[in-house]
Protein backbone atom coordinates (compact mmCIF):
# COMPACT_ATOMS: atom_id res chain seq x y z
CA UNK A 1 0.00 0.00 0.00
CA UNK A 2 1.62 3.14 -0.79
CA UNK A 3 -1.14 5.46 1.53
CA UNK A 4 -1.52 4.68 5.21
CA UNK A 5 -2.08 5.89 8.22
CA UNK A 6 -0.54 4.64 11.12
CA UNK A 7 -2.07 6.83 14.35
CA UNK A 8 -1.42 10.67 13.24
CA UNK A 9 1.02 10.09 10.23
CA UNK A 10 0.11 9.31 6.83
CA UNK A 11 2.55 7.51 5.06
CA UNK A 12 3.53 8.03 1.08
CA UNK A 13 5.94 5.23 0.07
CA UNK A 14 7.14 3.64 -2.98
CA UNK A 15 5.21 4.91 -6.72
CA UNK A 16 2.06 6.87 -5.59
CA UNK A 17 0.10 6.96 -8.22
CA UNK A 18 -3.56 9.06 -9.05
CA UNK A 19 -5.67 6.53 -7.55
CA UNK A 20 -3.74 7.02 -4.08
CA UNK A 21 -4.90 11.05 -4.18
CA UNK A 22 -8.30 9.75 -3.27
CA UNK A 23 -7.14 7.62 0.05
CA UNK A 24 -4.39 10.47 0.90
CA UNK A 25 -7.57 12.78 0.89
CA UNK A 26 -9.48 10.66 3.04
CA UNK A 27 -6.85 10.34 5.50
CA UNK A 28 -6.42 13.77 5.53
CA UNK A 29 -9.80 14.22 6.23
CA UNK A 30 -10.24 11.65 9.41
CA UNK A 31 -6.79 12.96 10.48
CA UNK A 32 -6.39 16.88 10.36
CA UNK A 33 -3.78 17.31 13.02
CA UNK A 34 -2.26 14.46 12.20
CA UNK A 35 1.45 14.82 9.32
CA UNK A 36 2.35 13.05 6.44
CA UNK A 37 5.93 11.35 6.53
CA UNK A 38 7.55 11.42 2.58
CA UNK A 39 11.18 9.74 3.12
CA UNK A 40 9.99 6.70 1.03
CA UNK A 41 8.61 8.44 -1.57
CA UNK A 42 10.05 6.39 -5.05
CA UNK A 43 7.51 8.75 -7.52
CA UNK A 44 4.58 11.16 -6.65
CA UNK A 45 1.64 11.67 -9.38
CA UNK A 46 0.63 15.03 -9.74
CA UNK A 47 -3.15 14.37 -8.30
CA UNK A 48 -1.21 13.36 -5.28
CA UNK A 49 0.93 16.30 -5.09
CA UNK A 50 -2.02 18.43 -5.29
CA UNK A 51 -4.17 17.15 -2.42
CA UNK A 52 -1.15 18.06 -0.72
CA UNK A 53 -0.82 21.26 -1.35
CA UNK A 54 -4.30 22.08 -0.63
CA UNK A 55 -4.45 20.32 2.49
CA UNK A 56 -1.22 21.77 3.38
CA UNK A 57 -0.68 19.23 6.18
CA UNK A 58 2.61 18.98 8.06
CA UNK A 59 5.12 17.04 6.01
CA UNK A 60 8.22 15.70 8.45
CA UNK A 61 10.43 13.26 6.52
CA UNK A 62 14.01 13.14 4.96
CA UNK A 63 14.05 13.88 1.28
CA UNK A 64 12.14 11.76 -0.81
CA UNK A 65 13.93 9.03 -2.74
CA UNK A 66 11.98 10.52 -5.85
CA UNK A 67 14.93 12.92 -7.13
CA UNK A 68 12.54 15.39 -8.65
CA UNK A 69 10.38 15.45 -5.76
CA UNK A 70 13.16 16.07 -3.33
CA UNK A 71 14.81 18.76 -5.90
CA UNK A 72 11.62 20.87 -6.85
CA UNK A 73 8.49 20.28 -5.14
CA UNK A 74 9.18 19.33 -0.92
CA UNK A 75 10.23 23.43 -0.80
CA UNK A 76 6.29 23.82 -1.58
CA UNK A 77 4.86 21.46 0.82
CA UNK A 78 7.09 22.79 3.87
Known sequence: MTVRL???VIYLEGRCL???ADT????L?????????MARVERL???VFQIL????P????APPRDGFVARHLIDLLL
Not at 24 to 27: A, G
Not at 29 to 37: A, M, R, Y
Not at 53 to 56: D, I
Open 45 to 47: HLA
Open 29 to 37: QECPKGHVD
Open 53 to 56: LAAK
Open 58 to 61: EVRA
Open 18 to 20: AED
Open 6 to 8: AGD
Open 24 to 27: LLVY
